[in-house]
Structure formats: structure tokens, C-alpha cells
């Protein structure tokens, strides 16, 4: 799953990366690391240093990275270093489709929610042989994805509600990062419901919610409601650009077992599978079954 470091793009200056840095003019000068561009590849984008570049690109997938507000809408942060350093979280997808045995070579993949393309990009480009789709609410983050991303992925805008404009049975795998956790509760089941649909049979899904540790900073205020239900929604303000109903919503793991095995057969669940111990979502993993008709049980 490693990527290998991409030759310099037209338009990054190595001269102008040299000039702006005398340490690492001296360090390359040294031999002690090839050329500026390889600094910029393994430490200047973490470390803020975007000189050389006319436009901003990543330079692990070599595509384009998007505007500061449509990457706080899905990142919640101006910071792009930290908007590009992805990579284990988008490892950490890969890892649950390979896990999930459910997407062989060519087999189709649907980002759903895919914003600007934080997780798409990369995952595209790490798994070639995957033909990868991005569906997203956000008009805005969709036709910035189609005039930038088209290289490596295909991408849709969808309503607020279903359907998806997909066939039955289409897609292999399905991940959602950051959707569920933030639909009210009539929404969530229409949306398992179409994602059923165009999932193939055994084909998996792998989505975020938020779990019990998101909502301690609420849990004085829905405390009766979560013990009651296990699931809490409209706990936040609403995110500019977003429509109104994206808010916050939180899952128990014994609602979404519940409740989300009418669509799906649950197969693991994950307290702060995604983001870490602290402020990480949990994971659902889940398998599209189709239950046999006639005969006897």
C-alpha cells in the first residue's frame, strides 16, 4: 500500500523552493537529500512550506488540492497539511475493503459523501485496479471533483434523499466517512435502504459514526434521550454550505444493531475505529445478505 514519490509537476519551481529555504538549498547542495522537490515530498507540505508551487497539488497523488472553504466543510480545519497528511486513514479504508473480502480487480467502489475528494483521491490512486466513485450532496465540492479528480475517479451529485443514480446491485463496497454522523434518523434509514440496493449481494459497506465519547460534552443535556433510544440527533450548529439537516447525530452500538440490521448484517463494529482513541468516530462494517426465497427454514 506504500506510494511511490511522483517526479516533480510542471508547475513546481525548484529554484524558487531552493531560494525561499537556504537550509535545504544547503542540505541538497550536501547531497544530504536529492532535490527540493523530495524535501517537499516527504516534510515541506507537513511543515507548511509551499513555496515553488503556482498551484498547490498533492504530491503523493499529484492532483490538485481544493480551496480552503470547501476543505473546511469536510475537514473542519484551513490547515491543508493536515488536510493532505491522510494517508493511514486512507489505508485504514482500504484495510476494511481487503477485510471484507468483497472487491476484486475492477470491482466498483462508492465514496458516498466524498466532499472534495479528501479520501477518494488517494484512495483511487492506491487502488488502481479499483473503478471508484464519489456521490456528495455538495454541488460545489462535486463540480470542483469533476473539473479536478476526473483522472482517477467519476463523480455524481446527489439529493438530500434518494434514489442514487446507480443500477441495482452495482457496487462492490460502499464507505461513508462522516455521513451517518451527522443525518437525522429518517434520512439514515432511507439511505441504508438505497445503499442496500445498490450494493451488490455480499457486498460490504464501512461507515463512521459518531459513539458515546462524541457525546459527552452533550450527554447533561440527551442523557435521557440516549439512554432511552441510543441515538441523539441535532446536538450541533449547522456547517456553512451545508444544508440545515446536516448536523450531528449518535449512535449506541446497540441502536445501530438494532435498527441497522433491518438493512444489513452487521459484522463488526469498532469503538473509535477511525480518528483514534480520543476524537475518533466509530466503525460499522456491514454485508448486504440476501436471504434465500422458498424452501423451508
Known sequence: MSMALLPPPEDFDEVSYLIAYPEIYDAVTRGVIGSGWQHFALHGWKEGRWAGLKNTVNPYTGLPTPPPHLRFRVHGSLNLPGFVNNLDSVKTVAANMLQAGC???????????????????????MNPNCIVYGSDV????????????????????????????????FFDFIYGISVFSHLPEDMQFAWLAELKRVLR??????????????????????????????????ATFATEGLP??????????????????????????????????????????????????????
Open 103 to 125: 472487491c476484486t480487480a475492477h470491482g466498483r467502489v462508492l465514496d458516498f459523501g466524498c466532499g472534495c475528494g479528501h479520501i477518494i483521491a488517494p484512495f483511487a490512486v
Open 138 to 169: 455538495d454541488e460545489e465540492a462535486i463540480r470542483w471533483c469533476r473539473r479536478n479528480l476526473y483522472p482517477v475517479a467519476r463523480f455524481v451529485a446527489n439529493e438530500p434523499m434518494p434514489p442514487l443514480p446507480f443500477e441495482d446491485d
Open 201 to 234: 449481494p455480499d457486498g460490504c459497506i464501512w461507515v463512521t459514526v459518531h459513539g458515546e465519547n462524541h457525546l459527552r460534552g452533550y450527554f447533561a443535556q440527551f442523557r435521557g434521550e440516549w439512554e432511552r433510544k441510543g441515538f441523539v440527533y441535532n
Open 244 to 297: 440545515e439537516f446536516y448536523r450531528s447525530a449518535f449512535h449506541s452500538e446497540p441502536y445501530i444493531r438494532a435498527n441497522w440490521s433491518r438493512y444489513f448484517e452487521i459484522v463488526e463494529i469498532k469503538k473509535c475505529g477511525w480518528g483514534g482513541e480520543v476524537s475518533g468516530q466509530d466503525t460499522v462494517l456491514a454485508r448486504k445478505v440476501t436471504k434465500p426465497t422458498g424452501g423451508s427454514s
